[in-house]
């Protein structure tokens, strides 16, 4: 019920937005993007270190908005807490700061998608920013493809930093150097700016999926389907 208020208020576009439902949307958007990079090792991502504290800022200068929590949300997050403390217990491993830090993070995302984030995503604006975004991605597999025929150049689309280095593969260096290795056993396979094709293909197939529930289909829309 709480859902279909949220969605009832919100019904077009055209509807007066506010900065923060634009800034939240905009922020779950690119969240995975900014995930690519990590800091303080795999736990914590560039994405994480924006969007909670955004999220608590406005639970804390808002906090007589909010009058419920969004079950749904909070019970899928909870039971993935649940599952991740009763894998950790059933491994043999001792406690490290790795592993705290991860679960404390997955106790703010409880908080912020169960009360925060439903409060102010503008499901239209939200697509509308990830469509564009997507389809800038897709631009930049082309591109790969391109000058990876044209002029043999194969190295991965992804920003060099020694501050906010790879997560999941230990640093830019470490990752040029698989790259190349798996090249002559895998082949050469474009990734836009994800570290990994799979990577690219999961923040684009929702999007992708999205698009055929549009109550009004567009030509245009159609035209993005297929590109």
Not at 42 to 65: A, E, T
Request: charged share 15%; with cysteine; aromatic share 22%.
């Amino acid at each position: 019920m709480n859902e279909l208020v949220i969605m009832n208020r919100k019904q077009n576009i055209g509807d007066t937005i506010t900065i923060q439902e634009k800034v939240i949307s905009f922020l779950i958007v690119l969240w995975p993007i900014l995930n690519i990079y990590g800091i303080r090792g795999d736990s914590i991502g560039f994405g994480d270190c924006i969007i909670i504290p955004y999220c608590l800022y406005l639970f804390f200068v808002h906090i007589r908005k909010y009058r419920y929590i969004e079950f749904s949300y909070f019970l899928f997050f909870s039971l993935c807490m649940l599952i991740s403390v009763f894998s950790y217990l059933l491994c043999d491993y001792s406690i490290q700061r790795q592993t705290l830090l991860s679960l404390v993070k997955d106790v703010i995302y409880v908080f912020v998608f169960s009360l925060v984030a439903p409060q102010y995503i503008n499901m239209k604006y939200l697509f509308k920013v990830y469509k564009v975004i997507v389809i800038i991605l897709s631009v930049l597999v082309i591109v790969q493809v391109a000058a990876y025929y044209l002029f043999g150049y194969m190295k991965p689309f992804v920003f060099y930093s020694p501050i906010f280095t790879l997560k999941d593969v230990g640093g830019y260096r470490h990752y040029i150097v698989t790259w190349y290795n798996h090249i002559p056993i895998y082949g050469y396979k474009v990734s836009s700016i994800f570290s990994e094709p799979a990577k690219f293909a999961q923040y684009v197939a929702p999007c992708f999926f999205l698009s055929f529930f549009k109550k009004k289909k567009k030509n245009n829309n159609v035209f993005f389907e297929i590109f």
